[in-house]
């Protein structure tokens, strides 16, 4: 499944309250509008440690990451560039946001993320990727579909999803290149609290799985969010 990603700032001025708050009430239901939206959550970034890695961060700060589902590419383009909404959409974005890039990824669930209510209970930590100078697109491809499985066997993790970049829009609307948007890939990973995010990346499965990210990523850039359901 392809999903659109915002990768969100907010403006200087906004507190991170009133920020969340404005994404929240007013933002949200207007995107909800969005015609052939199948799906919609909002991930609020609460916390920027790193968190039981040791690993180089990047240079991303995010407030937000936004999670948008259609049935294909073609309806999501028509969504925020020329449906009657998208003006609208961008009026309100130009209000409240600081910077706003896009990604459409292929979503793959490699460790089946519990329903709601469980869901809501737990911890969820997103991360962009950003793969070594030396490896391919396609080497970081299939190196990441290799640290999928080692992830699974790591203990405590109750949500895993693999976001693989096909499409980057350093300004909304505007393709770009890699060279623009150096992010390869999105991972998110559910846990029962911080204790067991600890616990799954100091045990000997979670060292291996970390090993084996150091032959292929330059980067982890990791956040703990707080997600709700929009649509």
Request: aromatic fraction near 10%; charge should be neutral.
């Amino acid at each position: 499944m392809n999903v659109r990603m915002g990768l969100i700032r907010k403006k200087a001025d906004w507190t991170t309250e009133d920020f969340q708050a404005y994404w929240r009430s007013q933002h949200g239901p207007l995107a909800a509008r969005a015609p052939n939206l199948r799906g919609y959550w909002q991930n609020a970034v609460t916390d920027r440690l790193q968190r039981g890695i040791d690993f180089a961060r990047g240079p991303w700060d995010f407030d937000g990451f936004s999670q948008l589902w259609f049935d294909d590419a073609k309806q999501a383009r028509h969504a925020f560039t020329d449906s009657d909404l998208a003006a609208a959409l961008i009026a309100d974005e130009n209000h409240f946001l600081g910077d706003l890039h896009i990604i459409t990824a292929q979503q793959v669930e490699v460790v089946a993320v519990p329903a709601e209510p469980a869901r809501g209970k737990l911890l969820k930590r997103i991360s962009t990727l950003r793969r070594r100078m030396d490896v391919t697109e396609g080497d970081f491809r299939r190196e990441w579909k290799v640290h999928g499985d080692l992830v699974r066997e790591m203990p405590g993790v109750s949500g895993y999803r693999q976001n693989v970049v096909v499409e980057r829009e350093l300004i909304k609307g505007q393709p770009c290149g890699y060279d623009q948007l150096p992010i390869d890939g999105i991972v998110e990973l559910w846990f029962e609290n911080p204790e067991t995010l600890e616990a799954a990346f100091s045990s000997p499965q979670g060292q291996r799985t970390m090993a084996h990210a150091k032959t292929f990523l330059a980067e982890i850039t990791a956040f703990l969010v707080v997600e709700r359901r929009i649509v």
